[in-house]
């Protein structure tokens, strides 16, 4: 038994009521769902979907986010494989829907990322439980600030510099820290930007993410050279992932929020 829905890009998708085999192709979406106590229907996933620790290792891995094996995908005979759009591409999703449905979220801001929660609780028939997480979401995670009062921009990439821009989930993160992104009006969600264009943001702080480049405590003095007057944090970039991580995510973010 099957019914029709439309998913976050406006896509009619035809998934199983309940389904029984699911593959992940968004690390946020992967730790969702075993949140929401799915982890005998999941059976794909990428090799960077890595929560929960240990336990996700079992699942078989299908490529990254932006490659997959379209064969290894193909024998597990999924009934529903999610994605999500900034995650994947849509010649992945393309391809993946002559297998099985392809139901794509889409999450730029923190609302969006409790919607993406509510949607796979519904898309798997965990309505409770998605439920649940959310109110314990939102209760640990930080108060929107009442105002930006510091110019901040996250570093994500070295060589060349890329920092995120607006429309993005981590801009929302940032707003509510009480930071404002100068970075955030340009075209690009992930603009790459010079030591120069650092320098004339005139920026009050610069946050140095883990991943998806490993910035680390030897990387600070470089910036630093450049921007003599600026707040340099190392912080956790797992931390700025949206979906179930935002409750481990909460406490970390509130601590960050008051030691800058």
Sequence with gaps: MT????DHLGRRV????????????CPAITETLFALGLENEIVGRTKYCIFPKGIVDEVAVVGGTKEVNVETIRNLQADLILAEKEENTEEIVLALEKIAP???LEVQKIEESYRLIETLGLLTNRQQAASRLITSCKASFPVRADKQNLNAAYVIWRK???VVGGTTYINDVLHTLGFQNPFETG???????TKEELAAAKLDV?????EPFPFQEKHIAEFQSFLPNTKIVLVDGE???NGAKMLEAGPYLEKLKKEI
Excluded: D
């Excluded at 019914?3 to 439309?6: L, N, Q």
């Excluded at 610069?206 to 883990?210: G, P, R």
């Design 187 to 193: 075209e690009s969600r992930y603009p790459t930007v």
């Design 3 to 6: 019914h029709s829905i439309t």
């Design 14 to 25: 035809n998934i199983p009521a309940v389904p029984k085999r699911i593959i992940s192709i």
């Design 206 to 210: 610069l946050l140095l993410a883990s």
């Design 239 to 241: 931390m700025f992932w």
């Design 102 to 104: 392809v139901f794509v």
């Design 160 to 162: 060349p510099y890329m």
